[in-house]
């Protein structure tokens, strides 16, 4: 069994602005659709299959009655007041299995149970899902999921529906996600288990001004960031928290930094 990078959550209050913001940068991003029974509606930006998913409120109401779905109530207490990069999807083929594992490991699994999300043509997609916790605070712990169809079902789809679609400014991948953490290793050693990955050495990133290690996950590595003095990172964690901050995407060209709805976007040129 091997987890994937699946989908970064981007919480914001408008995900028809995000599609506006990111085609300025040369991303395409498509209209999602409706998850009813949880009062929320997307937007969404691919990657090939690893994608991020501006999701936001429609019913309040509906929302806030949602007990299973711990997204949805990490969603209800941020929003309107504090957009932003929330939490990363990991996928796998074998969820059961994967939620075994998470057991094992001493974490507290909600689930799997069944998500949809109606298209605007009206038709459904569906998965499986669970979330994990632990009794440490901080930092979200991912969650899983595993979709209805297999992957090469899913990107062969998705290119039919015209969502997977060449970018403006060419090919584009995720590189990096960059996570926030106030102490480095116990946070790699946690997330090490969970995606039972091999972490990379530590390293400084001067630009962040922080220290980190790498978690290589297919469709995307994660870089787990603690600070070393002033700069981003820290900035992050005094704000914020720990979390998601940075999606570096490997592009043709390289790019500003996009600050968008409290989350940063770093287009960085292939070597």
């Avoid at 995900?15 to 991003?29: T, Y």
């Avoid at 949880?38 to 930006?45: F, K, P, Q, R, V």
């Avoid at 992050?236 to 409290?262: C, D, I, V, Y």
Wanted: proline share 6%.
């Amino acid at each position: 069994m091997q987890l994937a990078f699946d989908h970064l959550v981007h919480f914001v209050n408008r995900p028809e602005q995000a599609i506006v913001e990111l085609r300025k940068v040369g991303l395409i991003a498509s209209p999602g659709g409706q998850h009813e029974k949880w009062g929320s509606y997307n937007a969404l930006c691919y990657f090939d299959l690893s994608y991020v998913e501006f999701l936001g409120l429609n019913s309040y109401e509906i929302a806030s009655q949602v007990t299973d779905n711990d997204l949805i109530r990490q969603a209800v207490n941020a929003l309107p007041s504090r957009e932003g990069f929330a939490r990363l999807a990991l996928r796998t083929d074998c969820i059961d299995d994967a939620a075994e594992r998470m057991r094992k490991l001493g974490l507290e699994v909600t689930g799997p149970f069944p998500g949809s999300r109606k298209r605007q043509d009206g038709t459904t997609v569906s998965w499986s899902m669970f979330f994990m916790k632990d009794k440490e605070p901080g930092l979200p712990l991912p969650f899983v999921i595993q979709w209805e169809q297999s992957d090469e079902e899913r990107r062969r789809d998705l290119k039919e529906r015209q969502v997977i679609q060449p970018h403006p400014i060419g090919a584009v991948t995720v590189r990096e996600l960059a996570i926030a953490v106030r102490e480095l290793e116990p946070a790699v050693d946690k997330w090490s288990r969970i995606t039972d990955l091999h972490p990379g050495d530590v390293y400084e990133d001067e630009v962040l001004q922080a220290k980190c290690r790498k978690l290589s996950l297919p469709g995307g590595e994660l870089v787990f960031c603690a600070p070393v003095g002033t700069g981003t990172v820290s900035e992050r964690l005094n704000a914020a928290g720990e979390g998601p901050f940075l999606l570096r995407l490997s592009a043709p060209t390289a790019g500003k930094t996009l600050s968008l709805a409290g989350g940063l976007y770093q287009l960085i040129k292939v070597d």
